[in-house]
């Protein structure tokens, strides 16, 4: 039998066993190979690691993401992984965008009605480290941007910013 009279596998099995393979590999580059969008991708983790918060509870989960001093902001993109550290500031509503001003590095205009989904994710890294996140989707699957639990200097995750995520999982399931 030649390789051609093999068909090849629906990207999501092929998602599937990507994750099967390296569970604790980065999602967005396991969904590009797979030919799948990145919330496809995440939806297949155990439940135990993602969990989904409705859209409509955008702003209520932002302000208090804000309140938990300096957390790392991050956007992912093919061509670019921007990390800012910085404290999340509260925003408002305004001519089409959700507007985040203050005293930090974190700040601009985020079209909030393109959140089409938000995950709550705690999963392992390719390192072997817990990794807490809060992620925003748009329509199309892909991420908007993610917010972490930040790391002290040993590497551990910020207790006090871990209890504040653990919480929002009860909050906003």
Avoid at 44 to 63: D, H
Avoid at 74 to 85: A, G
Avoid at 96 to 103: A, F
Wanted: glycine share 10%; with cysteine; hydrophobic share 45%.
């Amino acid at each position: 039998m030649s390789s051609t009279d093999i068909a090849a596998p629906e990207p999501i099995e092929r998602a599937r066993g990507l994750l099967a393979a390296k569970p604790d590999g980065l999602i967005e580059a396991m969904a590009r190979e797979a030919g799948v969008s990145t919330r496809a991708m995440l939806e297949l983790l155990p439940a135990g690691q993602r969990l989904f918060v409705a859209p409509e509870r955008f702003e209520a989960l932002w302000r208090d993401i804000a309140e938990w001093g300096t957390v790392l902001f991050l956007m992912h993109t093919p061509d670019i992984v921007l990390e800012v550290e910085g404290a999340l500031p509260v925003g408002s509503f305004g001519h089409g965008y959700y507007n985040i001003h203050g005293d930090s590095p974190i700040g601009g205009h985020i079209r909030a009605e393109n959140c089409q989904a938000i995950y709550l994710v705690d999963r392992a890294t390719g390192q072997g480290r817990r990794a807490c996140s809060v992620q925003f989707f748009n329509g199309a699957g892909e991420v908007m941007f993610k917010i972490f639990v930040r790391r002290d200097a040993g590497r551990a995750l910020l207790p006090d910013q871990l209890e504040r995520f653990e919480a929002l999982k009860t909050r906003f399931a």
